[in-house]
């Protein structure tokens, strides 16, 4: 079985940083895409950041500038460096990765990390 476990969230003031990590483990035989997407409340889940396993990646609009995405092959490890974070970014943050099992290949999720930006 496949497992994507994320931690790093909490709770941050305006303009402040935090770091999201997500570990895939399990029956994996290769791993192509991960991403970070997001779901504020009261709101569709949306794409944050995603990157390939080339290390080319893609960020919303919104986080632009503000957000960085990176991965660790080695470790099948996907990060998410957030800095200036704002309020509208509080939400739960879901790691996402595109991968093969022996058996197929499909997409996975994680089971969300709380981030909330408030003073």
């Known amino acids: 079985q496949v497992q994507l476990v994320e931690s790093g969230g909490g709770l941050v003031q305006p303009g402040g940083s935090l770091r999201l990590s997500c570990a895939a483990s399990g029956s994996i035989l290769s791993i192509y895409g991960m991403g970070w997407y997001r779901q504020a409340p009261g709101k569709q889940r949306e794409l944050v950041a995603s990157?390939?396993?080339?290390?080319?990646?893609n960020y919303a609009d919104s986080v632009k500038g503000r957000f960085t995405i990176s991965r660790d092959n080695a470790k099948n490890t996907v990060y998410l460096n957030m800095n200036s974070l704002k309020p509208e970014d509080t939400g739960v943050y879901y790691c996402?990765?595109?991968?093969?099992?022996?058996?197929?290949?499909?997409?996975?999720w994680g089971q969300g990390t709380q981030v909330t930006v408030s003073s």
């Open positions: 996402n990765a595109d991968l093969r099992i022996p058996s197929h290949r499909s997409s996975f």
């Open positions: 990157i390939t396993s080339g290390g080319s990646t």
